[in-house]
C-alpha cells in the first residue's frame, strides 16, 4: 500500500462530529450524578467523579457535555504529565518564522476549554504530580490562567472543569494536593450499578448482539461473583461484562448453539486479566471458583 492510499485514509477517518454512538443509560446512581453533575455546574463549582475503573465516569461526563451543548476535551494524567500539556505551547517552527505570536501558539485541551468556552475532563487527576496539579489552581478559583508570552486570559463563562478519579488510587503515591482538593467542592461516587441498571448498559452498548435473556443473567451472574469475593482486589467491570456478552454471541452466531464448557472457556478468557486477586491468592484456582459460583448463579 503507497503513502498515498494512507494520506486519503487519513483524511476520510478523521472524525468530523465527536458524538457518542451508543445510548447512553441515565438511570439509578447514573441519573443521580447527571442531576449533581447539573447543579454544580449551575454554581459554577467543580465536581469529581469518584469510582473503581470502568463504573461510566467517562460517559456520564460526556452525556453531560453533549446535554450542555459544549465542546468537550479530556485529558488523562500520570506522572509524566507537565503543565504545558494541560496549557499548551508555541509550535517552534512558526514562533521561529514569526516571534511569539499568538498563531503561534497551539492549545492544550485546557486553554481551549477555557477560551473556546467547554467542558474540560481531568481523568485520573489524583495521578499527576503536585508541580502540573498546580496549574489548574488558578482557572479553578480565579477563572483565568497565565500563557507565557501572551499573557493572562479570562475564561469563557462556559468553562467547566469536570475531575475524575479512581478513589482506590487517592490513598496511593500521588494524591490531590491539599490546595486542589480544597476548590473541588461537589464529591460524586460511582460504583458498580445495580444489576437492571447494568443489564440494561450492557445490551445498550451491543446493539448488534442478539443474546437471549438467559445468558444475559448468566454474564451478570459472573461479574458479580468478581464483587462479592473476598479473594479479589480489583473485581469484574462493566467492560468485561460487555466483552463476555460478545463472545458469547460470537460463539453461538458461529456454532448455532453453547454449551456449559464453551461459556466456561469464554468466562476463563475474560476473566483471566478482567479482573485482579489480592496478593497470595491462588490465581488459577480462585479464577476457577468464580467461574463455577457464577455459572451456577449463586453469586
Ligand atoms: N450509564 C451508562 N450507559 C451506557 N454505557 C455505560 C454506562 N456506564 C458505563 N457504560 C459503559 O461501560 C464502559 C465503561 O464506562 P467508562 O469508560 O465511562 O468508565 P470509566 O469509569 O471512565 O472507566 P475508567 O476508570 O477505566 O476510565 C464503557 O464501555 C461505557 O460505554
Ligand atoms: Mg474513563
Not at 219 to 238: C, F, G, M, Q, Y
Amino acid at each position: 500500500m503507497s503513502d498515498i492510499d494512507f494520506y486519503s485514509r487519513l483524511s476520510n477517518s478523521l472524525v468530523k462530529e465527536e458524538k457518542l454512538s451508543r445510548p447512553v443509560v441515565i438511570r439509578g446512581q447514573y441519573k443521580e450524578a447527571l442531576e449533581l453533575l447539573e447543579d454544580a455546574a449551575a454554581s459554577q463549582l467543580t465536581p469529581m467523579l469518584l469510582g473503581p475503573p470502568g463504573t461510566g465516569k467517562t460517559i456520564i461526563a460526556r452525556y453531560f457535555a453533549e446535554k450542555q451543548k459544549v465542546p468537550f476535551e479530556w485529558m488523562t494524567f500520570d506522572e509524566a504529565t507537565k503543565p504545558q500539556h494541560l496549557v499548551g505551547s508555541f509550535d517552534p517552527a512558526i514562533a521561529f518564522k514569526k516571534g511569539f505570536t499568538n498563531d503561534a501558539f497551539v492549545p492544550g485541551p485546557l486553554t481551549k476549554m477555557m477560551v473556546n468556552g467547554g467542558i474540560f475532563f481531568a481523568n485520573e487527576l489524583n495521578r499527576a504530580t503536585e508541580y502540573t496539579q498546580n496549574t489548574l489552581l488558578e482557572p479553578l478559583e480565579e477563572r483565568s490562567i497565565y500563557l507565557p508570552r501572551i499573557g493572562r486570559i479570562q475564561a469563557h463563562e462556559n468553562f467547566f472543569m469536570i475531575a475524575a478519579a479512581n478513589p482506590a488510587d487517592l490513598a496511593g503515591t500521588y494524591r490531590l494536593s491539599e490546595a486542589l482538593k480544597d476548590r473541588i467542592k461537589v464529591w460524586i461516587s460511582l460504583t458498580y450499578p445495580e444489576r437492571e441498571v447494568e443489564i440494561e448498559i450492557i445490551k445498550a452498548n451491543i446493539p448488534e448482539v442478539q443474546l437471549n435473556d438467559y445468558y444475559i443473567e448468566k454474564v451478570h451472574d459472573l461479574i458479580a461473583v468478581t464483587r462479592n469475593s473476598k479473594e479479589v482486589e480489583r473485581p469484574a467491570s462493566i467492560r468485561t461484562g460487555i466483552a463476555l456478552a460478545k463472545l458469547i454471541w460470537k460463539k453461538i452466531e458461529k456454532e448455532g448453539d453453547i454449551d456449559e464448557r464453551d461459556l466456561e472457556n469464554i468466562a476463563y478468557r475474560v476473566l483471566l486479566g478482567g479482573i485482579k486477586f489480592k496478593p497470595g491468592i491462588d490465581r488459577e484456582k480462585a479464577i476457577w471458583t468464580v467461574i463455577k459460583t457464577g455459572l451456577k448463579g449463586e453469586p
